[in-house]
């Protein structure tokens, strides 16, 4: 047996187990939300979108693993297929809170096929021509730029013109309420109240200026194990605009932005260490938000005022992806590095493949300037910070270097 079908049912195995791991545990606490997807939806519940592009991904290896073992293509179909198929009829007969659906089926299948694909062809991905590896070099690239633009469009604040409702520590399903009393809220100065809005409009524009400033001072209580909102802003189609409330010991903040309209999960940011858990607790927090600059402040009786200060930037295209409730301190901008260097590696690879020689750097850099200041001044959003430029540079490097030592797999293949 080759090297490269050794290497295909290793890859198949993980790629069971990985499927398996992910998709074969209960989730009790979605049960109520799961009851109310139709089986033959397509694009299902409130982050649907994130669902298709995660369901696909889930079975890409499976399918880079059958096609490296050398599976026939049909076969390999049929593995992949009756794999979507023993999972949706588990997680539907037996497993509460997981949704089996069509959708599922159909993008599990996709990533599979896209897999095998991947799998048969890896020679011409791994070991192009040199007039090969330039397309592919510019294909890399123009995805790279396409993905942090995509993202730079996506974040900005596009509110529903709809009647809005103000809830103070509201009671709701999919979170906790919060332990303590909400003194008082105020939004750029003026109260918000914790009532339907007779004023939506100019609340809308307001949130949709980029400059503002929530504010709540309250007394606080326990600590919580989900979000908790203190001050929460929904619509009457129970869309969410705004959260800005306790999860566990921190301060967490999300506000909608044109990602929800396509059913993306929208971003969140946080400030730990702001709930002690002992109460009562007199505390003031507040979420400022001035052009694309996020700006989270705590301050309780006898503790100096706590901030953290981030930048939504073209570089958070990677929190579109993270499945269920997450929220994000300082961490965002090293992992957000981190995601711009490992998409980029492709483009750094196929260019070292290339064999453009002086070409290489005044490319690389139209490539990165453009990509990582151009696209932030388009979209008006903050240029991305250093760590994004390190991770891109670094993703780049990394790509040509394992262009220039790859081993000449070609020629164990049979």
């Not at 396409?146 to 103000?166: D, I, K, Q, S």
């Not at 750029?188 to 939506?200: E, I």
Request: some cysteine; glycine content about 12%.
């Amino acid at each position: 047996m080759t090297l490269e079908r050794k290497t295909g049912i290793v890859i198949a195995i993980l790629g069971w187990i990985a499927i398996a791991s992910l998709t074969l545990r209960p989730h009790p606490a979605d049960a109520g939300q799961v009851v109310d997807l139709p089986l033959n939806c397509l694009v299902c519940g409130e982050s649907g979108a994130q669902d298709v592009v995660l369901n696909i991904l889930l079975f890409v290896p499976l399918g880079i693993g059958l096609g490296l073992w050398r599976v026939p293509r049909r076969r390999a179909i049929l593995a992949v297929v009756l794999t979507t198929l023993c999972v949706e009829t588990i997680q539907f007969a037996f497993l509460a809170g997981r949704d089996a659906s069509l959708s599922d089926v159909m993008t599990n299948s996709a990533g599979g096929l896209l897999g095998i694909a991947a799998g048969w062809n890896w020679l011409w991905l791994v070991q192009p021509g040199p007039r090969h590896a330039q397309l592919l070099a510019w294909l890399a690239a123009a995805f790279w730029l396409a993905t942090l633009a995509g993202t730079g469009v996506l974040l900005a604040v596009r509110l529903p013109e709809t009647v809005y409702f103000g809830q103070w520590a509201p009671q709701l399903g999919q979170f906790d309420q919060f332990p303590g009393k909400v003194e008082s809220v105020t939004l750029n100065g003026r109260t918000l109240p914790g009532q339907r809005m007779m004023d939506s409009p100019r609340v809308r524009a307001v949130l949709e200026s980029d400059s503002f400033t929530v504010s709540v001072r309250a007394v606080a209580g326990a600590l919580t194990e989900r979000i908790a909102p203190m001050i929460s802003i929904f619509d009457d189609h129970e869309q969410e605009i705004l959260v800005l409330g306790q999860w566990r010991h921190g301060l967490v903040f999300r506000l909608r932005s044109r990602a929800s309209g396509i059913l993306l999960r929208e971003p969140a940011v946080a400030l730990g260490r702001v709930f002690s858990g002992k109460a009562p607790d007199s505390i003031e927090v507040s979420a400022t938000v001035e052009r694309g600059h996020v700006t989270l402040r705590a301050a309780s009786a006898g503790n100096p005022a706590r901030t953290i200060e981030l930048d939504r930037t073209p570089a958070w295209g990677w929190t579109f992806l993270i499945p269920g409730t997450m929220a994000f301190g300082s961490a965002i901008n090293l992992l957000s590095g981190v995601w711009l260097g490992a998409l980029i590696l492709p483009f750094g690879f196929w260019l070292g493949r290339a064999e453009v020689g002086w070409l290489v750097a005044p490319a690389c850099g139209v490539i990165i300037v453009l990509g990582l200041a151009g696209i932030p001044l388009l979209t008006h959003m903050p240029a991305v910070g250093l760590p994004g430029w390190l991770g891109t540079v670094a993703g780049v490097l990394a790509g040509a270097g394992v262009a220039r030592i790859i081993p000449e797999l070609s020629a164990r293949r049979t």
